[in-house]
């Protein structure tokens, strides 16, 4: 591996090498974690010192982490490969320097034909924890460049009355030479039917292990609900499809994830399929969390093309200057109510950041659009648009309530909105409830806000007895450990509720629990109510 071939994987080893940066030391990750607000990645041992990202530089108050250790297979290898490789362009370097001498020409060919074969061995030993899209700094920008080619062309994929792109037709058909036609032409590889399959549901089902290996080139993500929760590796793992659940986990696919009954891979797997899923859970060439942020940027990216803004904010000179924007903005419009179309909501927020809680702002939240402090507005001017992230609001209410980031995220990684699987009951809103000043809320308000996050609103009190097997869900945000975790019934009231329920399955609580649920993004554990 020497030439040309060598300088292409130094290359992509250096790009490689730049997802395991820590954002505080500069350095390849030690015990790496994730932070979860914004998914950057530092050495674990700097985390209790911070206060703020150091790349982003979002606040870390209440911020959890988590880890992964397969990343950390990933990083040692690596290391390995940049050891190995330095010495190599050393040899390389010096054997051009000092020519071969004859007498020793069938040595010194024989030595390096032994050496090269070592570190092939080696290299495709560390290469199995690599990405395996980045083979080199090309095919990644070509990639990056496909995939925000296919999101851009998402509002113009013509559907059929099944919601299907001409991707999905092709995959489910197997047609290789007009799926890889589609791709080049920037087809998005994450696109949902109506039922909510991607392309990569179509061709996992079918079998089709090249189709698949495809999609996973062109960026489909791999652990995508379709209808009621199932990933592809449940599809995978029912179908008996032992090579493509190999590339699905080595690629990323969790072998715990849950569809809407709570059944996972590895529960709906036979003994050897099990051990299938483990054995290839060790060998892990490409993880999903790696490319969040990387989806973020390129979706932030695509926002700027078609700007719908609402304004939230009663200041004149922001409503003024927001006027003034839009004249000189071709992509910048303004909405005067919100509706499915708005993009961004303007709203007003202390210096740190920090909005007042507003019907505006719990619909710009289950909506997954941008909520933009004021600043955003008097910061840009007629020349240029200031970037969206350095003043997306830090909080609602509080630092710790992120629900527009984490909405964001979830939008941006195809997942169920926040109350899938949930069933509620809103006892008693027959009229008007102020909760706080800035959120009074109806019934219909109500009703909008859970069905905007994917719940479903009951219009009888929910028998604790007799729940129907089709409501028989698990939700899918709930902690997996946490009480809520089998709990798809729910009693939302404004005052005292009698009998007040707290079994596994149906629990009652008060309306200021599903307005933080939303606020935060995250179903939230009821631990705050002393009787649950």
């Known amino acids: 591996m020497y030439g040309e071939n060598l300088k ?28 979860s607000k914004c998914f950057h990645m530092i050495c674990s041992q700097h985390f209790s010192i911070l206060r703020n990202c150091p790349v982003c530089n979002v606040s870390l108050e209440g911020c959890n982490t988590f880890s992964d250790h397969r990343v950390e297979k990933c990083i040692e290898s690596a290391k390995e490969l940049d050891v190995i490789f330095k010495n190599m362009k050393s040899d390389e370097l010096g054997s051009a320097k000092e020519p071969t001498k004859k007498g020793n020409a069938s040595k010194t060919i024989s030595k390096s ?12 030993k560390a290469s199995k924890n690599i990405l395996s899209d980045k083979t080199n700094q090309a095919t990644k920008n070509e990639m990056d460049s496909s995939f925000v080619s296919s999101l851009s062309t998402k509002a113009t994929e013509k559907r059929n009355q099944k919601g299907e792109t001409l991707l999905h037709i092709a995959c489910r058909f197997g047609k290789m030479d007009k799926v890889m036609e589609l791709l080049s032409n920037g087809a998005n590889t994450n696109t949902k039917d109506y039922a909510g399959w991607t392309p990569l549901h179509e061709v996992v089902q079918n079998g089709n292990l090249d189709l698949v290996i495809l999609l996973l080139q062109y960026n489909a993500m791999v652990n995508v609900p379709g209808q009621s929760n199932e990933t592809p590796l449940h599809e995978a793992v029912r179908y008996n499809h032992v090579d493509i659940v190999k590339e699905l986990v080595r690629n990323g696919a969790d072998i715990n994830s849950r569809n809407c009954k709570g059944e996972t891979p590895m529960q709906l797997a036979s003994d ?7 054995d290839a859970a060790n060998d892990v060439v490409h993880t999903q969390t790696v490319n969040v942020t990387l989806m973020s940027e390129l979706y932030s990216k695509l926002d700027y093309e078609d700007i719908r803004v609402y304004c939230s904010s009663e200041q004149r000179k922001i409503i003024n200057k927001l006027k003034l924007l839009a004249k000189h903005h ?12 708005v993009t961004h909501i303007i709203v ?45 609001v830090a ?3 509080s630092k710790t309530y992120n629900g527009p980031k984490n909405s964001r995220y979830n939008k941006y990684k ?47 009190v929910p028998n604790p007895e007799s729940i129907p097997e089709s409501e028989k869900l698990v939700p899918y945000h709930a902690r997996k450990d946490g009480k809520l975790s089998n709990c798809a019934h729910y009693i939302v009231f404004k005052d005292i509720y009698e009998p007040m329920y707290n079994m596994n399955h149906l629990k009652a609580l008060p309306v200021g629990w599903l307005i933080e649920c939303i606020e935060k993004y995250e179903l939230c554990e009821p631990l705050a109510y002393s009787y649950v």
């Open 8 to 35: 292409a994987f130094l290359t992509a080893l250096d790009v490689v090498k730049q997802d395991y940066i820590c954002g505080f030391c500069g350095e390849l990750c030690k015990d790496p974690i994730t932070l």
């Open 113 to 124: 034909t032994k050496e090269s074969k070592n570190v092939e061995k080696v290299t495709r």
């Open 272 to 278: 050897d399929m099990k051990k299938v899923l483990l």
């Open 330 to 341: 071709s992509n910048l419009n303004i909405e005067f109510k919100f509706t499915k179309k």
């Open 348 to 392: 007003d927020s202390d210096d740190n950041g920090i909005c007042t809680s507003s019907i505006d702002i719990l619909l710009g939240i289950v909506s997954s659009v941008w909520i933009l402090s004021a600043q955003w507005v008097l910061k840009s001017t007629e020349e240029k648009l200031e970037p969206f992230e350095k003043y997306e």
């Open 395 to 397: 909080g609602v209410g």
């Open 414 to 460: 195809q997942l169920p909105g926040l109350f899938n699987g949930c069933h509620i009951y809103l006892h008693n809103f027959n009229t008007k409830y102020e909760i706080t000043k800035s959120i009074i809320v109806t019934k219909a308000i109500l009703t909008k806000l859970i069905m905007d996050a994917g719940g479903i609103v009951l219009r009888r």
